[in-house]
């Protein structure tokens, strides 16, 4: 059966998701290979070594869970529609694996992880932080709830991780925090 061409998207999209199953053990390049279709040669016409190839799919992973999300928030105009939309994003989607979970592990053993999941966290909670300001919320409270909100939600998605919600219980999840953290 001949090989297919696995383009570098396809190894990067590849490796987030056997690294969100399992973190750096599940990038054997041979078994990636298989579940690919093609052969292991082509991973090397992408990437240097294996440590390049971790980079790009830490960097990869940190555009599509951070930069689009705010992106995607920063169409609306009004800071509570913005603020709406990125709770949405942020609570109404589990099953996404447990990447920020390898990524610390991974963070432990190399400091430049440690590096980029600090500018990731940071980059969440000041986002959040300037939307609750622009809402009209005091700096420091804006700061206080920010990290309040980041790290519950860190818990939450730890809890709720492998079930799939109902639109409807997302919503009102996202009212609960409306209620308690946002408004007052």
Known sequence: ???????????????????????????????MAVALGC????FYWYFNNRSSYIRQIVETWKEQTTQQIIAASIIHAAADERIRELLTQMFGKTKRGDFLFYLRKLSLKDGSYHSLLNEVEQMRMEFMKQLLI????????AFQRSWMLYHYYLGWYERHKQETLSDEAIQRHIHMIWTEWISN
Do not use: A, C, H
């Not at 990067?12 to 054997?28: A, C, H, P, S």
């Not at 052969?39 to 082509?42: E, T, V």
């Not at 622009?134 to 409270?141: A, H, I, L, Y």
């Open 134 to 141: 622009q809402k009209g919320m005091q700096p420091e409270k």
């Open 39 to 42: 052969s292991k040669s082509s």
């Open 1 to 31: 059966m001949p090989k297919i061409i696995v383009t570098e998207e396809q190894w990067i999209q590849k490796g987030i998701e056997r690294f969100e199953q399992g973190g750096i053990d599940q990038l054997v390049v041979e078994k």
